[in-house]
């Protein structure tokens, strides 16, 4: 069965599971808490050098790690990632957009406040925060028009917008003033199988 190295609050986590439940395909989820150092120690590190989760194992061995990376195997052949060209791209656009213009700003800042880092970064968060609105703004002016993010329909430009967008205001952000990303907010989390941030899915299996 696959197998999810996994931090329960991590949004990049969150994405794998949710497409995973997303496509009912059953598999194991190893909790790792992140803020143990567990991610730093010989045996995760010969799993992945880089120390990070989400890492994905397969039976026969095969891993691979980074979220977007995964989700984009994960879906292939799927409905999840369009079957043209064109939308397809348009799809790597915007999980481009979300490791780069809006993870950066909007996870880092909910993280400080979950780990109560804010004070010691204070002087890093109104530029954390300008970033953050500035990506929720070309979200929203995006969604003006569309319904999902790429193509016509559902995929997994949205399950990677989706993961740190939904808990977003735990960093502080006020979603009121994007009432398109509130809508689509709605739409995806009515989609079928959707699970939430906080919901135990996967078989859990304990480390080592």
Known sequence: MLRLYDYP??????KI????SQLGQPFERVEIDIR?????????????ANHRIPLVEWPDGRRLAESNAILFHLAEGTPFLPDDAWERAETMQWMFFEQYSHEPFIA????????????ENRTAVPAKM????HALDVM????K??????????????????????????????????????AWLERVAGQPG??????????PVSWP
């Open 9 to 14: 609050d991590s949004g990049n986590a969150y």
């Open 17 to 20: 599971r949710l497409l995973l």
């Open 36 to 48: 143990e150092g567990i991610t730093r120690r010989p045996e995760f590190l010969a799993k992945n």
């Open 108 to 119: 880092v800042v909910r993280a400080w406040h979950h780990n109560d880092q804010i004070e």
């Open 130 to 133: 300008e970033g953050g609105h």
């Open 140 to 143: 929203d002016q995006h969604l």
């Open 145 to 182: 028009t569309r319904r999902f993010f790429a193509g016509d329909g559902y995929s997994i430009a949205d399950i990677a917008l989706y993961a740190y967008t939904h808990v977003a205001d735990e960093g502080g952000f006020d979603l009121a003033g994007y009432p398109a990303v509130g």
């Open 194 to 203: 959707h699970a939430r941030i906080t919901d135990q899915v996967g078989t």
